[in-house]
Every structure is written in structure tokens, then in C-alpha cells.
């Protein structure tokens, strides 16, 4: 929190209201209110691209849909179960297998010439498949193509669940692959936006949600 | 080519063209009949083509919206087919309530052109109310029929019917019997698609070539088999590519307790009784089966007895992951296995398995495991 | 309740506590002497046991109570060392275990001398019973009640149930060495009938706005309309407890003194090995449960000299009914108790429960206008829950409850 602050260069005092998101956000002593990041991420997309209908979510932990009504409010959500295929955690210890990094991950799915077949229902099952495919030969741009294509695929069956609307659009730190966000749109077979600053979009959700009631006290 | 491939090219399996032949030949359409038992007598009886419904190998999408991932991937693979309309071609289906999945997967049914004929086998199989119960849910199940088609289903089709499945049953046994002593001309795959051909076919043309093949396997000389002999136990060993594995392994199936191969003929329709009862009876006299209910559990003793009547080195059970009924009986066949000091290997079945690495290494670390015994 | 009546008269969560350890440790003692045990099922017809005096035990309360006690985990993975699959019902396994080693952190219950199971609340019970009288060699008695895949039993599944009845009458007497007595046998009827009023009069009360009735509760009283249904205890107990709640209503009494800010329905078992934390992470949002399909579930109609019309009772428990027909109910139930929204618990333990979800939330959904959230959890597995994710849900449930009141 301190690092936070001294990064924006504000000091607690300045700050005329805190509202918390995320995970953890039961345990901040500084906030006044605190929101789950459904509705932080509905209400930051809604703020930046007031034409979406339908969000995914894919942060580290935990990968999710909203569908959003004409005033983006959340209609419905849609998360993923106990297990971490699907999300962040998921790629990381796909990079992690395949000796890359997070970063590199779309780099490598932009050489792929075909995509892998990746399981999509379990971690332990997919790095134990993507060993085999290793071993197997085939070229590590098409298997992380095929994991990408399993997160996309995971996340698609959590908005089919919702039911899809146009406009379709990502936030969370994983939206920053290109690659996820190419399988997304094979998935859906529809255009998928990304939010701008995708891995921020729940903390400007908050931050708008802690403007809202400020300016409700001052009237 | 040789008589024998000559035979099993016929058997080959290609449910789409099978029910588009069957059209154009007979002007009658085909009726799915979902896994594991339904009484195919009453649709064969009708002119119609019964067809199988054990899943396949197919991509899961549209399932996962509409199914959590823990349901077994039989039910999974039929779901994602019926949604992509692949069923679309079928003139009704049948689905039978033995588990709680198989309950949902009837509910569940969206098709509005293809009617979905629910029914239920009772578990308290040995009394003579059961009998009545059944008998007159088959009777409901033959009339939701004669509905959709728009004509009876006489009492004596249904016994001409109850005849050709009784005389091809016999020699389904005939032929696994025949393909145990034969593994070197009849391996794991073939095995399995010898069994599984007559979910598509007429079952009066099944009984005639599987006929000719046994006969052909019983004039050839029995020869020696030096690879591990094991007997299958499951819903189902598919897909098609571990049977290929247990191939490369040298492994024989001697004999097998799946519920989609042998466990489809051990019982035959008994001869006393209205059309009905006969047919409900059946499901009595049903055993050794994880949905028949049984608290004597004959499966266990009826498995030693396999691998002793068979000489068999061993039993795989094919799990078929997510299966409660097949769950629940595991650790009793383990119990006796391990006082019986049979070998026992337990893997994991999955429709959708793509990659066989996992089940390569575990069966050939069992076969090690035998030959060092 | 006779024997017992203290100078003061006791609540009805004192009557809870003294009559559900009164079934417990009459079982213990009476085996001790000789006498007979059954295991059964929860909602099987447990009114041909009572007249015959025998002492009844509920595996599934007892696996939850286990849970609820935190020592579950112990005996599920003891359950996994005999060969049960990660995949089986966690009461199952629980209870399987529980067989094996007969120890737990709950009170213990003396292994049966038979069995009774009824599969109105799934088949996989007919697996799991079937296991215990294979593996103890004791006789089970068992009521199937076929599937209701149309909206109503048909005349002939009505037929082989009655005809089981019968049947169990038959084997009781076998059992018991005993002739069955129908005089008493109406008598346990009549109780069991007034246990079931009392219940579902009780747990209706929850439809009062605010609810006099803390709905987390609920799961607390089930566990004597499972275990106790014939005795009189169960019928005073919910007497008892409706007029406590009725009093709350009267003197304008809720269970939340904060205030009552939302209403949900809870479909499905409870966490147990997490209930206290659901509960905590719900009250903090002001979210009382007041809706919930067990008031329905052993609300159990029938006319006494019909075995026909108690057929039908049992095999139209929730569970059995068809799809559409399981829709009609949680529709009424969201209505009946004014719920705003519904929490689906996805549980890994309860494939019948789960399998429908997708249809059921959406069409509930659309005919109440009021969302829902579905959680991941097990009813007895401490495993398979995050705590973190519920909290993220239940508040995401709040954060459309809220939206809808704007």
C-alpha cells in the first residue's frame, strides 16, 4: 500500500476515498468500502468501452465472464472451478515447462504453424501432456499456441454458460497475449476487443466506484 | 485378400453412412439407443435401425457450458453431439436411467425433432413387481415408438426380433471365445470393433459375418502366446488408440467384462412370458454388471473365474473416469484380486485422451511387473 | 417428550441437542443389549423400523456431522487407500471409511445389523448401500423408486413401489423374528406425519419478511427430521421451534438484529466442513438464506390406510422429480420466501444435484427475474472448496441484488 502510494506520489491523507477489489481486499485496514472484481472489472470496462456486453476476466488465480447490461451493470457471471487451468497460474506453469516466460509466450504462438492439442481440463493433466508433446518433437511455438487455445477454450465454455453477446471484450493480465486473445476470437468466432491497460481495469473499476460515492456525499 | 479381412472390412464402422444406407434401402430411419442397455428388440421390431450412442472422440465446446467437466466423458462426447446436431439424423433416441448422469442426459435433451424416450430399468431386479414395472415401461417405451413412427409394433415382429438378438448374442459369445484362443490373428483394436460394428448394422447381418469369422478363427491352428493374456473390465475400453497400444505390448485379450462389448450378450431373452415380460426379464437375470444391482456382487467372483477359465495372466479395469457405479466397485474387486493374487491394473479411461504416453507407461510397466512374476 | 421434561421447559435447540444424541447413544446401548440397528438412507420410509421397534442411523448425517467437525478428511483418504475414487460422494466415502475403521471424531455409530435405502435421492446411493451389505453380509432392505422422467410417477412405478413395501414388511419380519404390528405401525404413521407438519410449518416460517429464522439453521434442525421422523421427540422439537419462530414474528423479532438485506435461496447441500465460514461471509453482506428446498423435502403427504398414496410421497422428493418439474419447485420456493437471488452449489459430491444446474438456473432465472451465482464446493470434502472464490461470489450476488433494488 505504502509502495503504492510513494509510486503515484500521494500521501493516504489525499486520497478522499479507498475502495478495495481483489483478492485480499477483506484484509485492507485503509478502505472505506471494498468490491468484488466482478464488479469493479464490469464497472471499469463499462467506463472505457460503454459498447461491451460481454467481459472476460482472466487474472492470475482466477478466470471469469460477465455479461453486462445496456447500463453495464452485471446481468450474470460465470468463474472458473477450484483448479487453476484456464488462468494465469496456468500459463506460468506452462512457460515454466517449456523454459520461456510469460512475456515471451506470444512471441512463440506468432511462429506456430499449426496449434497443439492441449487438454484444458486440469494443470496437472496439461503440463504432463505438454511433456509428452515435447518429447514427441513438435515444435514449442505450435504447443504454446495449444495452450493458449485451451485457456481460450476453458474461458469460452464459462461464456457460453453466460450466453454471448457482442461487443466481447478482455481485461486481466492475460489479455496482454495477443496470443490468448487470437484463440479467444477462434473460440468465439467473434471480434474480441482488449481494454486499454488491460491488467488494471479492476482497480480503475474501484477507482470509480470510490468517485461515485464521493461525489454522491458532496451533493 | 484374405477371407478374414475381406470380413472385417464389412464390419467396418461408419455410423452416418450406415443410417443413410439404411434409408435408401428401407425407408425406415434409425433410432438412437443411448449406453448401456435399452431394448433394441422393440426397435429392431418396428424395421427400424437400432444404433449405438457410446460417445466418440470429439471436441468438447458446446458441452461445457451446459455439463460440469466431472461428468464421465461418454456422456460428455454424446451431449457435445447432440448440441452440434450430429444426432439430428435420428428418428428418435432412447435413454435409459441407471445412473445419475444418464437421468440428467435424458432431461437435458434439447432436439425438438428427435424425440427423446426416456426409460427406467428398476434396481430391485429380483422381484416378480419388477418384472411388472419393467414389462410395462418397455410397453410405454414401445408405444412413445409406434407415436413417432405412426404405426404398431406387433407382438410377433418383437418375437422374430427377440430371436435374431438371442441367436446373435450366442455367437457374439462364439466369437469372443474364438478370438481368445486366436490372439495372433485377432488383436486388441479388432477385437473391439468386431463387438462394437454391431451397434450399426442390422443384427441379423452382424450374426452372419461375425459367423463366418469364427468359423474361419476355429480352423486355424491355435498357436503358442507369449505376451501377457488379460481380461478387460469396464464400461468401455475406448479411445481406439490404447488398444493400439496394448497391440505394440504383445498383450492379448483373452476375454473381456465390458459393458459395451461381452456384457451386451451375456444374458439372452428367456422364452416364457408375454413379449414384454420376456424382454423384463432379461434385466433380472442380468449380473456381473456395476448398474445391475447386486449386492452378492458376482462381478468379483465372476472375474476370478474369468482369468482361471482363460488362463489369463491378469485383469485391466478400464475406469472410465467420473463412472460412480464402476467407482464403486473397484475396491471390491481389488480386495479379491489381492487375495486371489491375480495381477490388477487400474487406468484411466477417457474418451477425449489425446495423447496415450500416460497409459503407454503405465501398461508397460505392468507388463514388466507380469513377466517378472 | 415425557420422561425428560425439565422444571423449565427447554428450547427447541435444547430439544435438538438432547434428542439427537438421545438417537445416537439409545443405539450404542440397545446394540450393547442385543437389539437391532438399521442404517438407512435420509429420506427412505423409516415408519416400518419404528414399529418394529429397531434402532435407526443415518449414515449421511452422520458423515456430515463428521465433516462439520472438521475430521473428514482423514476418513476420505482413508477411504481412497481402500480404492475409492477422488470422484465418489463424499458422505460415501466417509462413511465406507467410517465402516472400515469405526472411529471418528463424531459420536459412533454401532455398525447395522440391516440396511435400508431408498434412491429418491440418488442412485448413487443403491452403489454405496450395495457396498455395505457386501462388505458386512448384512440383509438390505431397499425401496426403489424409479426416476420421474415425466412430470408425474406413473401408475405402475406407483404399483412396484407399493409392492416393495410390502416386501419390506415381509423382510422385516424375517429380520426381526417379529410379526409386523399394524396397529403400532399407525401410530408411527401418525407421528411421523406430525413431524413432517411440524417441519415443513417450522421451516415455512422463513417466508415471514424480516425472517424470524436464521436460515443457516435449517441445515442445524435437518438432522433431526432425518433421524428422528417416527419419534415424538422430532414432532415436539419442531412444535416447539414453531412457536418460538412465531413469537419472533409476533414481537417483530429477526434473526438478523442488523437487518435483513437480502433474501437468497441456497440450492443444494451445505459445505459442512465450511459452514461456519459461509454463514460468516454471508451475514457480513446482510444475506440471510430463507429459501431452500429442504422445508419440501420431508414434507411427506400421505393417507395412512392407502400404501399407494405413501408411494407417491416418497418418490416425489425433489431430487426424483423431473426437470421440469424440479424447475416449478425452486420457482415457488424463490417466490414463497421472497429470495432475490439464488447461490447453486456446484458440488462435487452430488452429480444428480449438479448435472441439471445449467437448465434449472436459467429458467429459474428468467421466471423469478433474479440472478444467481454458482459456487464450487463438496458437501463434506474440505478439499474442494476455496474460500476466497465463495467470498468473491456471495459478493458478486450482493453486487446484482443490489444493482436490481437501483
Not at chain 2, 424425440?115 to 410395462?136: C, D, E, G, S
Request: with cysteine; aromatic share 8%.
Amino acid at each position: 500500500m505504502e509502495q503504492a502510494l510513494a509510486q503515484a506520489g500521494i500521501h493516504l491523507e489525499d486520497a478522499a476515498g479507498i475502495v478495495a477489489t481483489g483478492y485480499g481486499r477483506m484484509n485492507s485496514a485503509y478502505t472505506d468500502k471494498q468490491f468484488s472484481e466482478i464488479s469493479c472489472h464490469a464497472k471499469g470496462i463499462a467506463h472505457l468501452l460503454p459498447n461491451a456486453r460481454t467481459i472476460i476476466d482472466i487474472g492470475g488465480q482466477d478466470a471469469k465472464a460477465i455479461r453486462l447490461d445496456d447500463r453495464g451493470m452485471v446481468q450474470q457471471f460465470a468463474m472458473n472451478d477450484k483448479c487453476a487451468a484456464g488462468t494465469g497460474r496456468f500459463l506460468e506453469v506452462m512457460a515454466r515447462v517449456m523454459e520461456t516466460s510469460l512475456s515471451e509466450l506470444q512471441e512463440w504462438d506468432n511462429k506456430a504453424r499449426t496449434v497443439a492439442h492441449v487438454s484444458s481440463t486440469c494443470t496437472v493433466f496439461a503440463e504432463s501432456e505438454v511433456i509428452s508433446l515435447l518429447s514427441a518433437g513438435t515444435p514449442k511455438a505450435d504447443i504454446i499456441a495449444g495452450v493458449h487455445k485451451s485457456v481460450a477454450s476453458k474461458a469460452g465454455s464459462l461464456v457460453l454458460r453466460i450466453g454471448l453477446q457482442e461487443d466481447v471484450v478482455m481485461s486481466g493480465g492475460v489479455a496482454q497475449n495477443r496470443g490468448v486473445v487470437k484463440a479467444m476470437e477462434a473460440e468465439l468466432k467473434v471480434p474480441v476487443q482488449v481494454a486499454p491497460n488491460p491488467q488494471i481495469v479492476g482497480a480503475l473499476g474501484a477507482a470509480l466506484f470510490a468517485y461515485e460515492a464521493q461525489m454522491k456525499k458532496q451533493k | 485378400m484374405s477371407k478374414m479381412q475381406s470380413i472385417l472390412e464389412k464390419l467396418a464402422i461408419n455410423p452416418v453412412q450406415a443410417v443413410e444406407d439404411y434409408k435408401k434401402k428401407t425407408g425406415k430411419g434409425a433410432v438412437g439407443c443411448i449406453a448401456p442397455y435399452t431394448p433394441e428388440e422393440i426397435i429392431h421390431a418396428a424395421g427400424m435401425l437400432p444404433i449405438g450412442l457410446w460417445g466418440g472422440q470429439v471436441e468438447l465446446n458446446k458441452v461445457r457450458a451446459v455439463l460440469p467437466a466431472f461428468a464421465c466423458s461418454i456422456m460428455q462426447s454424446i451431449k457435445e453431439l447432440e448440441l452440434s446436431g450430429s444426432y439430428d439424423i435420428l428418428t428418435a433416441v432412447l435413454c435409459p436411467s441407471s445412473c445419475d448422469t444418464l437421468k440428467a442426459i435424458g432431461q437435458k435433451w434439447t432436439r425438438k425433432d428427435v424425440p427423446m424416450i426416456q426409460f427406467v430399468h428398476p434396481h430391485n431386479r429380483k422381484l416378480p413387481a419388477a418384472r411388472t414395472f419393467l414389462a410395462k415401461e418397455y410397453q410405454h417405451v414401445r408405444e412413445r415408438l409406434e407415436n413417432v413412427i405412426g404405426e404398431p409394433i406387433p407382438d410377433e415382429a418383437i418375437v422374430q426380433s427377440i430371436q435374431v438378438y438371442n441367436e446373435h448374442r450366442a455367437v457374439m459369445r462364439e466369437f469372443a471365445r474364438a478370438a481368445g484362443a486366436h490372439p495372433d490373428l485377432i488383436d486388441p483394436k479388432t477385437r473391439h470393433l468386431v463387438f462394437k460394428s454391431a451397434f450399426f448394422m442390422r443384427k441379423e447381418e452382424h450374426t452372419a459375418l461375425v459367423r463366418e469369422l469364427t468359423a474361419l478363427l476355429d480352423e486355424a491352428p491355435v498357436k503358442p502366446w507369449d505376451g501377457p493374456k488379460i481380461i478387460l473390465s469396464g464400461i468401455m475400453a475406448e479411445p481406439d488408440s490404447i488398444l493400439d497400444v496394448m497391440k505394440e505390448l504383445h498383450i492379448a485379450v483373452v476375454a473381456d467384462d465390458l459393458a459395451q462389448e461381452s456384457r451386451q450378450n451375456r444374458v439372452d431373452v428367456p422364452e416364457d412370458g408375454t413379449v414384454m415380460e420376456r424382454l423384463a426379464e432379461q434385466w433380472q437375470n442380468m449380473y456381473g454388471c456395476s448398474l445391475a444391482y447386486e449386492h452378492e456382487k458376482t462381478r468379483v467372483p465372476m472375474l476370478v473365474d474369468m482369468v482361471k477359465k482363460n488362463q489369463a495372466d491378469a485383469v485391466v479395469v478400464a475406469m472410465m473416469k467420473f463412472c460412480d457405479p464402476e467407482e464403486f466397485d473397484y475396491p471390491m474387486i481389488k480386495q479379491t484380486m489381492e487375495k486371489e493374487n491375480i495381477p490388477l491394473l487400474q487406468v484411466e479411461i477417457d474418451q477425449q485422451m489425446q495423447s496415450v504416453e500416460q497409459f503407454r507407461t503405465r501398461m508397460q510397466s505392468f507388463v514388466e511387473m507380469l513377466r517378472h512374476e | 417428550m415425557a420422561e425428560n421434561v425439565q422444571k423449565t421447559a427447554p428450547s427447541s435447540r435444547e430439544m435438538l441437542g438432547y434428542y439427537l444424541n438421545k438417537s445416537y447413544q439409545d443405539a450404542i446401548e440397545g446394540k450393547a443389549r442385543g437389539e437391532l440397528v438399521c442404517w438407512a438412507s435420509s429420506i427412505a420410509p423409516c415408519e416400518f423400523c419404528e414399529t418394529m421397534g429397531i434402532h435407526m442411523l443415518y449414515p449421511e448425517n452422520h458423515a456430515a456431522a463428521i465433516a462439520a467437525k472438521h475430521g473428514a478428511e482423514e476418513m476420505i483418504e482413508h477411504a481412497e487407500s481402500m480404492g475409492y475414487s477422488v470422484d465418489n460422494c463424499s458422505y460415501a466415502r466417509i462413511n465406507l471409511a467410517y465402516m472400515d475403521i469405526q472411529k471418528c471424531v463424531a459420536e459412533n455409530m454401532p455398525l447395522p445389523d440391516f440396511v435400508l435405502v431408498c434412491n429418491n435421492i440418488c442412485e448413487t446411493l443403491i452403489k454405496w448401500y450395495e457396498n455395505i451389505a457386501y462388505q458386512l453380509k448384512v440383509p438390505i432392505i431397499m425401496i426403489d423408486v424409479p426416476y420421474n422422467y415425466e412430470y408425474e410417477p406413473s401408475e405402475w412405478a406407483i404399483d412396484y413401489i407399493a409392492a416393495q413395501f410390502e416386501h419390506a414388511i415381509e423382510q422385516m419380519e424375517e429380520i426381526t423374528g417379529k410379526k409386523f404390528d399394524y396397529n403400532k405401525y399407525r401410530e408411527v404413521m401418525q407421528i411421523a406425519a406430525e413431524s413432517s407438519y411440524w417441519w415443513t410449518k417450522a421451516m415455512g416460517m422463513a417466508a415471514a419478511k424480516p425472517s424470524p429464522l436464521n436460515g443457516f439453521d435449517i441445515f442445524n434442525y435437518m438432522a433431526l427430521i432425518v433421524c428422528m421422523r417416527g419419534k415424538t421427540g422430532c414432532r415436539d422439537t419442531f412444535k416447539k421451534l414453531a412457536e418460538e419462530l412465531e413469537e419472533k414474528i409476533q414481537k417483530g423479532e429477526p434473526a438478523f438484529k442488523e437487518g435483513e438485506k437480502y433474501r437468497i435461496m441456497w440450492d443444494g447441500i451445505a459445505c459442512w466442513p465450511y459452514l461456519s465460514h459461509n454463514y460468516k461471509a454471508m451475514r457480513a453482506l446482510g444475506m440471510n438464506m430463507t429459501g431452500s428446498t429442504y422445508p419440501r423435502g420431508w414434507k411427506l403427504d400421505y393417507d395412512k390406510d392407502d400404501i399407494r398414496s405413501m408411494a407417491r410421497a416418497y418418490t416425489s422428493v425433489g431430487n426424483n422429480l423431473s426437470l421440469e418439474a424440479q424447475i416449478d419447485l425452486k420457482t415457488e420456493v424463490v417466490r414463497t420466501y421472497n429470495c432475490q437471488g439464488v447461490t447453486y452449489h456446484l458440488n462435487r459430491s452430488c452429480k444428480c444435484m449438479d448435472f441439471l444446474f445449467h437448465e434449472m438456473q436459467t429458467e429459474v432465472a428468467r421466471r423469478t427475474d433474479t440472478p444467481y451465482i454458482t459456487f464450487d464446493g463438496d458437501q463434506s470434502d474440505p478439499r474442494n472448496f476455496s474460500k476466497a472464490q465463495f467470498e468473491t461470489r456471495v459478493q458478486g450476488l450482493a453486487e446484482m441484488m443490489e444493482q436490481r433494488k437501483s
